[in-house]
T-cell receptor, first 116, second 111 residues
Framework: GESVGLHLPTLSVQEGDNSIINCAYS??????FIWYKQESGKGPQFIID?????DKRQGQRVTVLLNKTVKHLSLQIAATQPGDSAVYFC???????????????FGTGTQLKVEL | DGGITQSPKYLFRKEGQNVTLSCEQN?????MYWYRQDPGQGLRLIYY???????QKGDIAEGYSVSREKKESFPLTVTSAQKNPTAFYLC??????????FGQGTRLTVV
């Protein structure tokens, strides 16, 4: 959930290394999860999503892992590049199946810094 | 092209004034949201609307008001009751159970 008043945690990685960004979500009934990337001064952009009936999903250079037992979500970025530097947010959506409506809730976010 | 548009990109407000931020989407999405983002921090939900003519308060609704008279539009008014309105405001829309599409944001500054 949100950490009002706290600054974003930062993850620094070397170019070419793999990055792992973690997120704890709050609603055990959530059935849809999304990772967003936000560059400075812009709106968040969709990266990858996963539904609760899966525990892993892969995209281009990105993998999302879902552990429903501990309500944990992670984003893995392979061969991190300077263009990956941004803030990354996870989001959960209770969706229609759980009766939670359509209220999208964001995690605190993590600042990823790629060092050359 | 379908998308979500916020305007203006930059907005300046004098203390004591109300200002309205525009958000329009042509994605035919039912749900729309307003978030506030302060420097170096995450997104905080102000208001959201799941259907036309209905909206709910988010976590930080005090000092803000919204309306949802049309499916495509969800304007946010920052009232004089909001004591610290300087922030980056983001509007988003979703279809039920789906990903959110964001606008490019409005940066509001009190002068």
């Amino acid at each position: 959930g949100e950490s009002v008043g706290l600054h974003l945690p930062t993850l620094s990685v070397q170019e070419g290394d793999n990055s792992i960004i973690n997120c704890a979500y709050s609603n055990s009934a959530s059935d849809y999860f999304i990772w967003y990337k936000q560059e400075s001064g812009k709106g968040p952009q969709f990266i990858i999503d996963i539904r609760s009936n899966m525990d892993k999903r892969q995209g281009q250079r990105v993998t999302v892992l879902l552990n429903k037992t501990v309500k944990h979500l992670s984003l893995q970025i392979a061969a991190t590049q300077p263009g990956d530097s941004a803030v990354y947010f996870c989001a959960e959506n209770p969706g229609i199946l759980t009766g939670g409506g359509n209220k999208l809730t964001f995690g605190t976010g993590t600042q990823l810094k790629v060092e050359l | 092209d379908g998308g979500i548009t916020q305007s203006p990109k930059y907005l300046f407000r004098k203390e004591g004034q109300n200002v309205t931020l525009s958000c329009e989407q042509n994605l035919n999405h039912d749900a729309m949201y307003w978030y506030r983002q302060d420097p170096g921090q995450g997104l905080r939900l102000i208001y959201y609307s799941q259907i036309v003519n209905d909206f709910q308060k988010g976590d930080i609704a005090e000092g803000y008001s919204v309306s949802r008279e049309k499916k495509e539009s969800f304007p946010l008014t920052v009232t004089s009751a909001q004591k610290n309105p300087t922030a980056f405001y983001l509007c988003a829309s979703t279809q039920r159970g789906g990903e959110a599409f964001f606008g490019q944001g409005t940066r509001l500054t009190v002068v």
